[in-house]
Antibody, heavy 119, light 111 residues
Framework: EVQLVESGGGVVQPGGSLRLSCAASGFTFDDYAMHWVRQAPGKGLEWVSLISGDGGSTYYADSVKGRFTISRDNSKNSLYLQMNSLRTEDTALYYC????????????WGQGTMVTVSS | QSALTQPASVSGSPGQSITISCTGTSSDVGSYNLVSWYQQHPGKAPKLMIYEVSKRPSGVSNRFSGSKSGNTASLTISGLQAEDEADYYCCSYAGSSISWVFGGGTKLTVL
């Protein structure tokens, strides 16, 4: 069964840092690009970041560029999101999502991990 | 990048058909046949329903179909069923700096 399981969320003060993880199973992890997508409470979806299958290419939404870093460890079938200089507007449920074979759609999603930025 | 524009809500009776629109710009929806649609039930993760404007992933009912004209994409659900009641989000590749943009979401109510 194809599965993504996120972890690492929690409550952090503004300006703080947090590292999210996503454990993948049921597919050949390094064959696929991976995304992070977030959803603020009661709001819509927002694309955050993409990493290629080999980890050599990374892309970010303007709202997180320079503060967040996406990475992956293909030997551990794991995806990460290092979040620094967190702001209250970063409060959201963070999903990891597998890109489909064409990169441009998100065909498998995890259940999400909640990040709350509050003083 | 501005969010794509979707109606906040739509409704229909069981058995009817409904269409949800998704309006972008010539920089996203209008430039690429890379629009996807996601269904999200309350408290659940989104589920891919349509990709590349009109393609259905394996396992998705053929009651769901997608199309695009100019800067506007559409999702049509035929033969509405109670289980279709959910939030629906469109998404488009936005090119240029390699990014994706979502719509604000549409709440579908099955009357």
């Amino acid at each position: 069964e194809v599965q993504l399981v996120e972890s690492g969320g929690g409550v952090v003060q503004p300006g703080g840092s947090l590292r999210l993880s996503c454990a993948a199973s049921g597919f050949t992890f390094d064959d696929y690009a991976m995304h992070w997508v977030r959803q603020a409470p009661g709001k819509g979806l927002e694309w955050v970041s993409l990493i290629s299958g080999d980890g050599g290419s990374t892309y970010y939404a303007d709202s997180v560029k320079g503060r967040f870093t996406i990475s992956r460890d293909n030997s551990k079938n794991s995806l990460y999101l290092q979040m620094n200089s967190l702001r209250t507007e970063d409060t959201a449920l963070y999903y990891c999502a597998k890109a489909n074979s064409g990169w441009y759609a998100f065909d498998i999603w995890g259940q999400g991990t909640m990040v709350t930025v509050s003083s | 990048q501005s969010a794509l524009t979707q109606p906040a809500s739509v409704s229909g009776s069981p058995g009817q058909s409904i269409t949800i629109s998704c309006t972008g710009t010539s920089s996203d929806v209008g430039s690429y046949n890379l629009v996807s649609w996601y269904q999200q039930h309350p408290g659940k993760a989104p589920k891919l329903m349509i990709y590349e404007v009109s393609k259905r992933p394996s396992g998705v009912s053929n009651r769901f179909s997608g199309s695009k004209s100019g800067n506007t994409a559409s999702l049509t659900i035929s033969g509405l069923q109670a289980e279709d009641e959910a939030d629906y989000y469109c998404c488009s590749y936005a090119g240029s700096s390699i990014s994706w943009v979502f719509g604000g979401g549409t709440k579908l109510t099955v009357l």
